[in-house]
């Protein structure tokens, strides 16, 4: 028997569906708080009032405690002119959606966290603290850290800012302390026609050591640079354009060359932990007097093992009659360019969150701004907090496709 033919009916009709896309929302009224910063010679501000001029121009409401800006010479006018209210209380900016500061938080602001909050502001991994980082988790917080914040060509803009201003830095600070009027030797950097040029030694062939090379060739110093990275110093060498003196790390060497040098630089960076120490004792009894130690690696334990850290009002500190500089927050000491620097960064990212709709959505679609993540609505995120703390890692990606 043939099988019958299926009926259709007349009245029957395919629709083709519209196919669904994932539609951005539309643009967030963002509402931002900066408090004024307590903590150890911080003078940085995270939003210069120009940043702030163009915020509350595109609508957000900026909100910032009044003397938040003196360190970096700016005025509560400057702010209130720029469209931002201005806190005579703190718990006011604690009330802001998004934080916005230049110190890690401290255990005094834990309490004044709100539920939710969105955080930006620097970390400090080696100084961190488990007491904050728990009480940050029970109140949801979703945090972004300076250090680890990429832009879309995977570089670090804050922190190669700062090495930036540290290293230039680092030869007007040396200039200084060999002068007579802070009882130096009296020896001017660079020196002048007929007279041998300073020595300067750097330790380190990074961001740091290559603006403190830039610089203290500008001022026309002798420079010899170490570095264990034979690639770092092709580049340092590529990137000044000028054929300067290199080597290895080796311990005669290296102290051979300390013997006779004004001005040694510690520019080493460890591997997510502790700086490297290669200078001993030793070594530094035998610098000459009066010599200057520059320590900028101090904020990971320093490079120098005669390294103590110092603050901006008493910087330096002498041992063998070598004059030490160990400050670990050089840029704090130009906070204004400081200031302007991470302010021509979060600025736009802060307007960027606004356009993708707010934190979680601008985590979703910029793939580059979850290395900067360390906190998730209360979630660790962060691998080397999770394995130093003993507390519970989750993947980022996960949390985040898991929301969508």
Not at 152 to 170: D, F, K, L, Q
Not at 204 to 221: F, H, Q, S
Not at 327 to 341: D, E, K, Y
């Amino acid at each position: 028997m043939a099988a019958s033919k299926p009926f259709i009916s007349s009245s029957f009709t395919y629709e083709t569906l519209e196919e669904t896309l994932d539609i951005k929302p539309k643009g967030a009224e963002l509402f931002i708080g900066i408090p004024k910063e307590t903590s150890f010679s911080e003078n940085r501000i995270a939003l210069t009032p120009e940043a702030v001029g163009v915020l509350t121009a595109n609508g957000h409401r900026v909100m910032v405690e009044t003397k938040a800006g003196l360190g970096s010479s700016y005025s509560d006018k400057d702010y209130s002119d720029a469209g931002a209210k201005i806190a005579y209380d703190k718990k006011e900016v604690y009330e802001a959606d998004i934080l916005v500061k230049s110190a890690p938080v401290s255990e005094a602001e834990c309490d004044l966290l709100k539920y939710g909050q969105y955080i930006i502001s620097p970390i400090h991994l080696a100084v961190m603290k488990s007491d904050i980082l728990e009480k940050m988790m029970e109140k949801k917080i979703t945090a972004l850290s300076f250090e680890n914040l990429k832009d879309e060509t995977g570089h670090n803009p804050i922190v190669r800012s700062m090495s930036e201003i540290a290293g230039s830095a680092v030869m007007l600070i040396a200039g200084q302390y060999l002068s007579n009027a802070n009882e130096g030797k009296g020896v001017l950097v660079g020196g002048i026609s007929g007279i041998p040029p300073t020595k300067v030694i750097i330790i380190g062939a990074g961001i740091v050591g290559e603006y403190a090379a830039r610089t203290a060739l500008a001022m026309g110093a002798s420079v010899k640079v170490f570095d264990n990275d034979i690639y770092r110093l092709k580049r340092m060498q590529n990137n000044i354009g000028v054929r300067m003196w290199t080597s290895v790390i080796e311990p005669k060497i290296l102290g051979k060359q300390l013997k006779t040098c004004d001005v040694a630089v510690g520019a080493l960076r460890g591997n997510g932990g502790r700086t490297p120490l290669v200078v001993t004792e030793d070594m530094v009894s035998q610098m000459r007097p009066g010599t200057v130690i520059v320590d900028v690696s101090i904020d990971r334990g320093g490079c120098f093992e005669t390294s103590e850290v110092t603050t901006h009002e008493k910087p330096v500190f002498k041992k063998y009659d070598v004059i030490h500089y160990c400050v670990p927050n050089i840029p704090s000491g130009f906070a204004r360019t400081a200031s302007q620097a991470i302010s021509n960064v979060l600025m736009p990212l802060l307007l960027e969150t606004a356009a993708e709709g707010g934190v979680e959505k601008l985590i979703w679609y910029k793939l580059n701004i979850r290395s900067g993540i360390y906190l998730f609505k209360g979630s660790l995120t962060n691998f080397y907090l999770s394995e130093r703390f003993d507390l519970k890692y989750t993947d980022l990606n996960l949390l985040i496709a898991s929301r969508r």
